[in-house]
């Protein structure tokens, strides 16, 4: 006899005086919750299967579902709590590492929500964007020192190649293969519309979308995978992935079942493997070695095109930034703990990494101590969920930010965090051709384009409100944040005073 030592997390509730038997439900269901018995004549739940994606509800056209969190739990106590016991009966079941998606769920802080902004009021008054001129405009890359013109006003000096934004935000890497071809052809063609980028990640990148080259950063990581002559020249700028948020210190991870024909031609690797990427890059074991790719690059590209270096948020992160600002790059992604990601074990998910809140506010204090600020400029990610989220990462350093959960958010998705298993009800982490479907990337490319024109709107606001009319004078301008809630050491790290102060 089998033993169910895990009672499901969600439960399916059908209201049968509601429910109409059409079976929507029962063909939407990736992982095949819902069944329909002809016997009976009644519609039934394996709640064990649900992942609480939300699709049914969404599609059920009498609105006769609901999923809940069952309230069935085990005898947990303050230390074994009813996640853990199950983590431990799941890998005592089959023996394996625990693999997640999406970010760290954990309840650390959440340095934005104890971060407030200041406003203008008497002395200093504010900007009201509908009436006046508000610059959103941002340029990446390195930055002379100094500025000489001609006799006619014209710039002498040469500037390194820069990457132009029409607004402070652009969406991270997500690679075709852990996202589906539609979602990957919104992402492409909002950010044309936008006047933005989005990121490739580390799959390379599909024929399809060369034509979106000029608002594509094409990603070079450990793996190589998808990297050549002509992905290299396609891209606007060029990201050498070092870590991500999500899993610091280990690799990428894209199962078997995701690496399916267009996929495995695009990451150049064989259908139905497992497509792994090494920990570290086997070509790299100082910033003397990450020179030589930052230059080995330039050199491939005619010295046409920013190379950003991305890191996830660890210890140390000032130094780690200030090597990097020192090894030829032009631009630094930091990502914080919070990141998304397709598939990564849990232990590393939810333990490894540092806010990037903290990180931030030390990598631009330590690049500007030590007079390297100009070097680079500095692209930060790992949860940020909205206008004030981008408007704080400015003010604490940044010059502009990643995003890729919102982005998911806006395309359809439910945060079910089980992007690994390839079954993603809403088309968007999936390669099956029939969920794949499921996401019209017309519908996809105007819902980003949405969500990136509110905020670009609130952006205006904020800034506005502060007596601020460009992201240029926001940069950095930590004078214009307060904390709430935080200690000594955490306002100290920040730079910024407490409220009232
Ligand atoms: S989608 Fe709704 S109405 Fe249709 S079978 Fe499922 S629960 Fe019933
Ligand atoms: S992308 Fe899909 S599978 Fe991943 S969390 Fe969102 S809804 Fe779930």
């Known amino acids: 006899m089998s033993i169910n030592y895990i009672y499901p997390e969600f439960e399916v509730v059908r209201d049968e ?17 819902h069944s329909y018995d002809e016997d009976l004549d009644v519609v ?16 059920c056209p009498v609105r006769a579902l ?41 309840p650390m802080p959440v340095y934005w929500d104890k971060i407030l902004i200041n406003a203008s009021q008497v002395t200093n008054p504010p900007i009201d964007p509908l009436r006046e001129p508000m610059e959103t405009k941002v340029f990446l890359g390195k930055k002379p020192s100094y500025v000489e013109k001609d006799k006619n006003g014209n710039l002498k000096c040469e500037l390194d190649p820069q990457l132009e934004l ?58 190589r995978f998808g990297v050549h002559e002509e992905y ?17 210190g280990i690799g990428g991870h894209l199962p078997g079942k995701k690496i399916v024909d267009d996929v495995s031609r695009t ?24 020179r030589q790719l930052v230059f080995s690059l330039k050199e491939a590209t005619n010295y046409k095109k920013p190379i950003i270096v991305k890191v ?50 030390s990598v631009d204090s330590r690049l500007r101590e030590e007079g390297i600020r100009n070097n680079v400029s500095l692209v930060v990610g790992g949860s940020i969920r909205s206008a004030a989220d981008v408007v704080k990462a400015i003010a604490l350093g940044a010059d502009a930010c990643y995003v890729a959960t919102s982005a998911l958010l806006a395309m359809g998705c439910h945060l079910c965090r089980t992007c690994q298993s390839g079954k993603c009800n809403w088309g968007i982490a999936t390669q099956d051709p029939e969920l794949v479907k499921r996401l019209n990337p017309d519908i996809g490319t105007k819902r980003l384009v949405n969500l990136m024109t509110a ?7 904020i800034i506005g409100a502060m007596g601020i009319n460009s992201i240029e004078a926001l940069k950095g301008n930590r004078l214009m944040l307060r904390g709430v809630g935080l200690n000594e050491k955490e306002l100290d790290i920040l730079g910024i005073k407490h409220a009232v102060e």
Request: glycine content about 10%.
């Open 17 to 33: 005086s509601k429910c109409i038997h059409c079976k929507v439900c029962v063909r939407q269901c990736a992982n095949e919750v």
């Open 44 to 59: 039934k739940a394996d709640e064990s299967k649900c992942v609480n994606c939300q699709r049914c509800v969404s599609l």
């Open 232 to 248: 290299l020249e396609t891209g606007k700028a060029i990201e050498i992935k070092m870590g991500q948020g999500a899993k610091p």
């Open 312 to 361: 996830a948020a660890v210890h140390n992160i000032a130094a780690i930034a200030s090597g990097i600002a020192r090894s030829g790059a032009d631009i630094i992604a930091i990502d914080g703990f919070r990141g998304g990601t397709g598939a990564a074990p849990t232990r590393i998910r939810d333990n490894v990494g540092i806010p990037i809140e903290l990180a931030l506010a």
């Open 166 to 223: 029409s607004m402070p935000v652009m969406f991270s890497a997500m690679s075709y293969g852990s996202i589906s071809y539609n979602a990957h052809a919104s992402l492409a063609r909002a950010s044309k519309e936008l006047g933005i980028f989005y990121n490739t990640g580390e799959g390379g990148l599909h024929e399809d979308f060369y034509a979106y080259g000029d608002n594509t950063i094409v990603q070079v990581a450990s793996g």
């Open 455 to 461: 905020w670009k709107h609130e952006i205006k606001e």
């Open 66 to 106: 609901k999923i809940v969190k069952s309230d069935c739990k085990l005898r947990e106590n303050a230390n074994w709590q009813n996640d853990t016991i199950n983590e431990i009966y799941k890998q005592a079941d089959t023996g394996g590492v625990l693999l997640s998606s999406m970010g760290n769920p954990k």
């Open 267 to 290: 990451r150049m690797i064989p259908e139905g493997s497992d497509a792994i990427s090494p920990a570290p890059h086997h070509d790299i074991y100082s910033i003397e070695d990450l």
